[in-house]
C-alpha cells in the first residue's frame, strides 16, 4: 500500500480498490516518460478532479511531480490555461467517471477541438465513491444506488463512442489491475501529440465491485467483459475504431489514434506568424490625438 | 463671458452612422486642446433603434457627461420627441431640413445637410456640414475641424486629392447656415494646450492598454456585454509568443483556465460581467484557496441575474468581496475614470502578484463606453511586479513561511499540489484543526500588505466627507466643486482601493460624523461595507441604468448636510 | 449530589462498528426519557481512517456535544493517544483488554468484551458486554439498556429466541465487571418523562420531514457532502404521483431545474454545501429577478473553495445573502437545532411562497450529522402556506401591482414571460431607466412581509446582548446559563431569520451597547451584517471545523464584558 | 415585420434575419398542434435562452403561450424542471448556435439518456449575433469574426451528428427561410415523444450572412449547401441517419426519429409503481424512539 508523503495526509483508498492499480501504472507511465524523453519530472503536472480518484496527486510515490486539486469537475479547464501557456510541460489529468462525464462533461468537446496535448487518464467505477455511493452517468440503466433506491432511468452513458464522436485524437481503454498494459497505454497517451483519453475500468470495492464481471471468474463460468482489442486493429481506422467499441463487452487497448493533427499549440504557432509583433508603445500611439 | 464647456447631443437610430461623427467631434476638439467624453447609451438589439451619444466638450478636464444639453442634432422625429426635453433654455436643436419637418421655435434649426454637402462634390459631406453648423453653434474656431479633416484624410494616395478641400468646404457651407441666421451660444474659450501629450481611449481600451503593460501574458474570456471588446482587444493584440489568448466556451472554462496558467508561472487575466462574474464564483475560492495570482475585470452593467446589459450600475461591489461561499475578502480596485481604468489594472496585476491571490478590477458600462482623453501614459515610470518564483532546491514549502512564500513554478524546483480544499505547507490535504486555523490566517494576513495604497483626501477638518467610488466619482467630484463655490463645509475622500480599504484612510473616515457615500445601486453597498467597518456611512443612490447627474448630486448632498 | 448528565466517547477505525453501538447506546437512553445529542467527526476517506463519536446523555434537553468526556471507549491505541487528554479529571477509559495493552491508571480499565460476549453463546455480543459496562461506569440504570435489547430484538420470528436472554447476559456481565472493581461515575438521576412524544433523528432527516410537511413536490439535487442525505432521502421517499425527485447532472443543472419546476406550479427544493452553492449563484439571481419561489438548503462545511468537505463552519453567510452580481438580498434561515431543522425548512418554503422568491436554508455540518431527540410535530398544528395561484382571465399582468401578485401558472389563465431580464410588467424586456427602479423596489418592498418572524428575548434590560447564529446557538445558550448563574448582567437575544432580520429585534439590538456573537467562522460574518445595519455587534470567532465548547465562550464573553 | 406585444419591448432583428423565418414557422407549428391535440394554447411554454435567438419568445405574434426567458446557456435545465413536473405540457426550447452549443453544452447529454420530452428548435447562425459577431462552436476553422481575427483554431463542431452520438431520439435539420418545410418539422418534433431537437439554419445577416452558400445562386453558378434528404430516407434507421448527414452539405428533413424508447415520464411512472406510497405521519414515526 502506498506510504504516505506526510503523516497529516488523511485519505486511503479502501483495500481492493481500483485506484491502487492505476496509481501503480501512472508512476510507471511518468518514470518511462522522464526517461525516454530526458525530461525533469519537474516538467509533469498532475491536475486531478475532486473524488477518491483525485486523491491520487497526493498518493503518488516517489520522486513528485506537480500537482493541482481544485475543483470538482474543471480539471479539463485548468489543464488548458497550463497547457496552453507552458506547451513544454507534460500535462496529465486524472478524474472520476463523476467528475468527467457529469458535472464536468462539458469540458471535453472543446479540448477535442481544439486538440490539446494533454494526457487524460479517466478512472471509471460506475458510481460516485467519494460521496458514499450515487449513481453516474456510466452506471446501467436500472442500476440501484443509494440515489437511485428504484433503479436508475437514464440510459447508461458510454464514453469510448462519445470521445470517439467528438473528435478526441487518442483513445485508449484499460483496467486497473492490469498494470503494465495500462501502464503502457498511458505512456502512449503522453506522447501522443494531441488530446488523449485512457479510460480505466477501475472498480469500487466500496460500492460497486466490478472485479468479477470484469476479469470474469473460470470457477463461476463467468467470461470476462473486458478483453484486449485483437492485435489486427489498426488504431488509425475511425471505422475500425468504431466497429471495436460497438462490439459487446469492453475493449482493452488503443481504440483509436489520430494522425497528423495539429495540436493546439502548432495551430497556435501559424495565428502567431500571421500577427503582427506589438510593443506597448505602438499600441499606446493607436490612441494618439 | 465666454464658456467653458458645452455638450452636444446626437440622436436617431443606430446605423445612421452619427456615432463616428460624434466621436470625430470629440477626437476634433481634443486634438486642438479641450477636453472631451463621450457618453452614449446603445439599445441591445444589433441593428437600429433609438440610439444616442453625447460629447462633451470643455476646457478643463471633463468630469462627467454634463446635465443638459446645449445642442442636440435630431436624426429622426423619435429622437425629437425623446430628447428635446433635455436641451438647455438657451440651447438648440439641428437637423437637415430636408429630411425633418419641425414645428419651428427660434431653438430649432434646419439645415439642408444632405443637399448641402453634394455641393461639394462629395456625396457623403453631410456631416461635415452639420459639424461647420456645431462649430459654429457652440463658438469654436472652425480651424479646430479643419485640422481634424486635413488630417483624417491627408494621405492623398489613400484618399485622393479632392476630399480635404470639399470637407472644408462642407465645414464652411455649414458654418456659414449658422452665421447667417445669427444664432450662437455664448464662445468659448480658447482650449489651455496641456504639456502632457493626450491619448483618446475608453475606459476598456485602457484597462486592455493597463494589463498590457503590467506584463500580461494569457488571457481567455467568454463575450458579454460590456466587456467583450475586452475579449476582441486581446485577440488582437496577445497572439504573440510566449502569450496566449482564446475565447473559450464559457466563464467556468475562463476562470479555471486563467488559474491553471498562472499556476504555470504566466500573468493571466478574464474580463466579464455581471451574470458570468457570478458562474466564476467557485473558481474564484479556488484561486483564494490555492494562493494563485489573477486578475478578474467585472465591467459592471444593470443587474440582477440578466438585467440591464447595455445599461450601467455599481450593484456588484458586495459579490466581488465576497463571491464565494467560505472565508473570503476578496482585493478589489474600482477605476472611477478612464485613466484609473489604466493605472488600476496594473495596480491589479501588482496586487495579485503581492499577495498571491486573485483581485477583481470592477469597472462599469458606463466607464467601458465612454471615449475620453487622458494624458498618455509615460512607460518608463510606470511600477510593474514581477512574480516571487522559488529557485530553492530541496524540500521547498510552498504553504510554510507566515506570510508570502516564493512560488514554485512547474519546470522549477518545489513541486508541491495547489489545492482547494485544506492543505499542509505542501500542500496536501489535512484536516486538521490546527491547520485549518494556520492557514485561514495565512490568507487573510496577507491582505495587509495592500493596505497602504493611494487615496484622495481634500478639506481633512471637516466632519462630512463626501466619497463616492468607481464610475461616480466624476459628477461626484464636479458636485464637490459646486459646493465648495457655496461655501459648504464638507471634504472629499476617494480611492480606487476599496476592499481593503488603505488603512490611514479607513482610520480618517472613523472619526467622521458623516460619510455620504453616491453609488449606482439599490442597497448602498460601498456604505453598507463601510458601515460593518465602523465607519458612520450613508449612501445616496440611484438605480435607474443610468449615470449621476451632478444637480440631483448637490441638492442629495445638501439634505443631508 | 446526583449528576445530571455525562459524556461517551468511542473511538477507533472507521468501519469497526462502534459507531452503531454509539447511536444504539444514546437512543437506548432516550427510550427512557433521557435526553441525547450525539456528535461525530469522520475522516474524508471511505473506510477506515480515524473516526470517532460522542455521546451526551441528560435528564435535560442537551444544548452541546458537552466540552469534556466522561467516559471514553477507545478501540485501538492511535484512539487512546488522540483522545486520552480530553477525559475528565474523574473520567474513565474502557477497552477490550484482549485487543489493546493500555498502561494502567485508575482510569483505565480493561474488560474482555468479546472474549465475555462470546460466553453467552452470542458470537457478536461483545458490544452489548461494553454497554452494561458503560451503563455501570455513568449511574444508567441496566433496565434503560435492556428495555432498549428487548424491543431492538424481540422480533422472535426474525431473530430467535435466544438473542434476546443473550444480549441482557452480555449486559449483566459487564455491567458486574465494573461494579467488582468499584468504579462508578456519581449517579445520574433518573429521567423525568416528558410529556410530548420524542422522535430521535438527525438535522437532515429533520430537514427532509420539514420539507416534507411543507409539501414539496419537486426535489432535484448533486451529491455533496454533507447534504447528500437530503438527496438520498428524497429519493427513497418523494417518488410519488405528481412528485418528482431526480439526481441530476451539477449543481447549475440542479437550481434552473426547480426554477423551472417553481414556475410550473410546485413546490421546489434543493440542497448542497459550499461549492454547489456557489456554483448556483446565478441562477438564485435569476430567481429573484423573475421572482419565483424556491428553497435552496446549504448544508455548510468548512471553507472557502473545496475546503473542509467533513468539517462543520459558520462561513456561508454573507455569500448566502448575497451570492449573486447585482442588487439582491436574499432571505435567509439558519436553524440552531435539529427542531429547528424541521420548523425553519417548514419556515423558508412559507417564505419562498410569501414573498416569491428564493429562500436560502442555512444548515451546518455540525447539525446534519448530529443526532438528537426532540418532540415530534404535530401535525395538525403545523402552518403551510399555499402558493398564491392567478386564475383570473383577461390581460392578467405579473408583475403590475405594487406588491405580491398571484403567479399564474402554464395551463391556467395569465400567459407571461418570466425573465431574467429587466422587464414590464407581463414580463418582456424593457430597458426604461423607470422601470428598473419601478421593479427594484418592487422586488425589496417584498422582503418586508418577512419581517414579523419570531426571535427569543431573555433579559431585555441588560445593553449587553449575547446573540448566536445557527448550530452556535446551543453552546451559547449552555454558556449564557452558566453565565447566569455567576449572575452577570446579561441579555439573550436569538432568532432563525437572519435576512431580513425580524424588524422589532432589530430596533431592540440598537439600542444595545454591545451584541455579542459567537460564530464559526473568521471574519465574524453576522457581526459585520449586524454593524452594516448599524448594530454595535462584535464575533467571537472560532475556525477549526469543530463547534464551539461552552468553557471556551464563557470565557470569551466574560473578557468582552 | 413582427408587432411587437407591447410598445416597451426594446428588441427587433436585424432586417432579413434568419430568426424571423423560424418566428413564423414556430407560430404555425404551436398552432398545429393546439388544433390537432386540442390542447390549450396556455399548455404550451417557450423556454428561450439568451442570444438573439432567445428574443423569439417576446416576439410571437397572436395568442400568447406562457414564456420563461432565464440565463444564457440554461434553457434544458429549466425545461427539465417544467416537463417532468408537468409532463402534460408542451414545452419547447428556443435557443442559439452558442447558448446551446457552447456554454449550455453540458445540458445536452442528460436530457438525452433521460430522453425528456420536449422540443427544442436551435437557431445556428454559426456566430454570436447579441455580443457583435464572435466565433461559435458551429463557426467553421479559419472563420475570420471578432474573437478570432487570425481565423478560428478549433475544428467546426458538427451538431447533428454530436446529437445522433448522444442518442437524441428525434434529430431534424431545417432552413430559416423554408418557412413551410420547418413549421412541419417542428411540429414533428412537438409531438415525437421524447427528445428533439430541430437544428435549423438560420442566418445572421449582420455578421454571418450564409443565405447565398446555404441556398445557394444559379446565376453565380453556385450550389445549394442545404438539400432536402432523399424520401427513400428511413428516418427510424440510425446507420441510415449516420449516412445520411456524412453526405456533405446540409440535409433538411428529418434525420432520425426512434421509435419506443420510453420517455422520462413513462420511466418515472414505473418508478412510482415500484415505491410505496407514503405519508407523513409514517415518515415520523420511523424515527420514534
Ligand atoms: C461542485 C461540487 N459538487 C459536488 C461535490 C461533491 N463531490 C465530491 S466527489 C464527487 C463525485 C465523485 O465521483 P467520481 O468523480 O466518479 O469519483 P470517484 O469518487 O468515484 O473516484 C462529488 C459529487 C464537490 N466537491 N463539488
Ligand atoms: C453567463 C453569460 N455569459 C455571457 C452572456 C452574454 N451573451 C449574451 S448572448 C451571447 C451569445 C449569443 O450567441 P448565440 O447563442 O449563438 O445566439 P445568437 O445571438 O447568435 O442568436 C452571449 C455570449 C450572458 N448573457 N450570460
Ligand atoms: S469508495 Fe470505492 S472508489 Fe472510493 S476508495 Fe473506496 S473502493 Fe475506491
Ligand atoms: S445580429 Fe444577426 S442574429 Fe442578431 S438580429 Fe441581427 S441578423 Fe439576426
Ligand atoms: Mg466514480
Ligand atoms: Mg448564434
Known amino acids: ?289 | 463671458m465666454k464658456n467653458t464647456d458645452f455638450v452636444v447631443r446626437f440622436a436617431g437610430e443606430g446605423g445612421q452612422g452619427f456615432l463616428s461623427a460624434a466621436i470625430g467631434f470629440a477626437s476634433a476638439n481634443t486634438k486642438a486642446g479641450y477636453h472631451a467624453q463621450t457618453f452614449a447609451t446603445f439599445p441591445s438589439q444589433i441593428t437600429g433603434g433609438p440610439t444616442w451619444m453625447q460629447t462633451r466638450i470643455s476646457i478643463n478636464p471633463v468630469l462627467s457627461r454634463g446635465d443638459e444639453v446645449d445642442v442636440l442634432v435630431v436624426f429622426n422625429e423619435y429622437a425629437y420627441e425623446a430628447h428635446k426635453n433635455e436641451v438647455k433654455e438657451n440651447g438648440f436643436i439641428l437637423y437637415d431640413s430636408d429630411q425633418l419637418n419641425i414645428e419651428d421655435s427660434n431653438k430649432v434649426l434646419g439645415i439642408a445637410f444632405e443637399k448641402l454637402g453634394k455641393t461639394t462634390g462629395n456625396s457623403r459631406a453631410a456631416n461635415m456640414v452639420m459639424m461647420g453648423a456645431l462649430a459654429e453653434l457652440v463658438g469654436v474656431n472652425l480651424s479646430v475641424l479643419e485640422d481634424f479633416v486635413k488630417e483624417r484624410w491627408g494621405n492623398v494616395e489613400r484618399y485622393g486629392e479632392h476630399i480635404v478641400p470639399q470637407n472644408i468646404q462642407a465645414l464652411k457651407l455649414g458654418s456659414k447656415e449658422v452665421q447667417e441666421r445669427g444664432l450662437k451660444l455664448s464662445e468659448i474659450e480658447s482650449p489651455k494646450k496641456s504639456d502632457t501629450q493626450q491619448i483618446f481611449l475608453n475606459g476598456n481600451d485602457a484597462i486592455s492598454l493597463g494589463a498590457y503593460a503590467a506584463g500580461i501574458e494569457y488571457y481567455v474570456g467568454y463575450p458579454i456585454s460590456p466587456a467583450t471588446t475586452i475579449l476582441v482587444w486581446m485577440e488582437k493584440n496577445l497572439v504573440e509568443k510566449n502569450k496566449f489568448v482564446y475565447q473559450v466556451s464559457s466563464e467556468i472554462e475562463a476562470i479555471t483556465a486563467i488559474i491553471g496558467a498562472s499556476y504555470g508561472g504566466k500573468k493571466s487575466m478574464t474580463a466579464t460581467a455581471g451574470p458570468g462574474f457570478s458562474l466564476m464564483s467557485e473558481g474564484l475560492g479556488l484561486a483564494w484557496m490555492a494562493e494563485i495570482p489573477i486578475v478578474v475585470v467585472d465591467v459592471q452593467r444593470g443587474g440582477p441575474a440578466t438585467g440591464l446589459p447595455t445599461k450601467t450600475e455599481q450593484s456588484d461591489l458586495l459579490s466581488s468581496i465576497n463571491p464565494a461561499h467560505g472565508d473570503v475578502s476578496l482585493p478589489v480596485i474600482a477605476p472611477g475614470t478612464v485613466e484609473e481604468c489604466f493605472y488600476g489594472t496594473i495596480e491589479a496585476f501588482n496586487w495579485a502578484e503581492k499577495y498571491q491571490g486573485p483581485v477583481i478590477l470592477l469597472s462599469e458600462h458606463g466607464l467601458a463606453e465612454r471615449q475620453q482623453n487622458i494624458p498618455k501614459p509615460n512607460i518608463s515610470k510606470l511600477n510593474v511586479e514581477k512574480r516571487l518564483i522559488n529557485k530553492s532546491s530541496e524540500n521547498y514549502h510552498r504553504y510554510e513561511s507566515g506570510n508570502i512564500s516564493p512560488m514554485p513554478i512547474p519546470g522549477l524546483p518545489g513541486p508541491y499540489v495547489a489545492n482547494a480544499s485544506e492543505h499542509d505547507k505542501m500542500g496536501d490535504t489535512t484536516h486538521l484543526p490546527e491547520r485549518h486555523v494556520e492557514m485561514t490566517e495565512r490568507r487573510f494576513k496577507k491582505l495587509d500588505i495592500l493596505k497602504n495604497s493611494n487615496y484622495e483626501y481634500i478639506n481633512a477638518e471637516s466632519k462630512i466627507l463626501l466619497m463616492p467610488w468607481g464610475g461616480s466619482k466624476g459628477p461626484s467630484l464636479e458636485a464637490y466643486e459646486k459646493l465648495q463655490e457655496q461655501n459648504i463645509d464638507i471634504g472629499w475622500a476617494y480611492t480606487m482601493f476599496l476592499n481593503p480599504l488603505p488603512e490611514k484612510l479607513l482610520i480618517e473616515l472613523r472619526s467622521k460624523n458623516l460619510v455620504i457615500v453616491p453609488e449606482l445601486n439599490y442597497l448602498g453597498q460601498f456604505s453598507s461595507l463601510l458601515r460593518s467597518q465602523n465607519v458612520n456611512a450613508q449612501s445616496i443612490t440611484q438605480y435607474t441604468g443610468l449615470p449621476f447627474k451632478v444637480e440631483y448630486l448637490v441638492n442629495k448632498i445638501t439634505e443631508l448636510l
Not at chain 1, 460497438?246 to 493546439?264: A, M, R
Open chain 1, 1 to 289: 500500500m502506498s506510504e504516505k508523503k506526510n503523516p497529516e495526509y488523511d485519505f486511503k483508498w479502501c483495500p481492493g480498490c481500483g485506484d491502487f492499480g492505476v496509481k501503480k501504472a501512472l508512476e510507471a507511465a511518468i518514470k518511462k516518460k522522464t526517461i525516454e524523453t530526458e525530461e525533469p519530472i519537474l516538467n509533469n503536472v498532475i491536475v486531478a478532479g475532486i473524488g477518491c480518484s483525485g486523491n491520487m496527486v497526493h498518493l503518488l510515490e516517489g520522486e513528485q511531480p506537480y500537482g493541482f486539486h481544485g475543483l470538482h469537475g474543471r480539471t479539463l479547464p485548468v489543464a488548458m490555461g497550463l497547457k496552453s501557456s507552458r506547451p513544454e510541460l507534460n500535462v496529465t489529468v486524472v478524474a472520476g467517471d463523476g467528475d468527467f462525464l457529469s458535472i464536468g462533461a462539458e469540458h471535453i468537446a472543446p479540448q477535442a477541438k481544439r486538440n490539446l496535448d494533454v494526457c487524460v487518464v479517466i478512472m471509471d467505477n460506475a458510481v460516485y465513491g467519494l460521496t458514499k455511493g450515487q449513481s453516474s452517468p456510466t452506471s446501467a440503466e436500472g442500476m440501484i444506488t443509494s440515489s437511485t433506491p428504484y433503479g436508475k432511468t437514464e440510459v447508461g452513458f458510454d464514453p469510448l463512442a462519445h470521445y470517439l464522436s467528438l473528435g478526441v485524437s487518442f483513445v485508449a481503454s484499460g483496467l486497473s489491475s492490469k498494470i503494465k498494459d495500462l501502464s503502457e497505454l498511458i505512456y502512449q497517451g503522453m506522447i501522443h501529440p494531441g488530446f488523449s483519453i485512457v479510460h480505466v475500468q477501475s472498480p469500487c470495492t466500496e460500492y460497486n465491485n466490478t472485479y468479477e464481471i470484469l476479469k470474469g471468474n473460470i470457477k463461476k463460468g463467468i467470461e470476462p467483459l473486458a478483453k484486449p482489442i485483437d492485435v489486427s486493429h489498426n488504431p488509425n481506422d475511425l471505422k475500425q475504431a468504431i466497429e471495436v467499441i460497438s462490439t459487446p463487452g469492453i475493449p482493452l487497448g488503443i481504440i483509436y489514434q489520430s494522425k497528423d493533427e495539429p495540436t493546439l499549440a502548432q495551430k497556435y504557432e501559424n495565428l502567431i506568424n500571421k500577427s503582427k509583433q506589438k510593443d506597448f508603445e505602438t499600441l499606446l500611439n493607436s490612441y494618439s490625438i
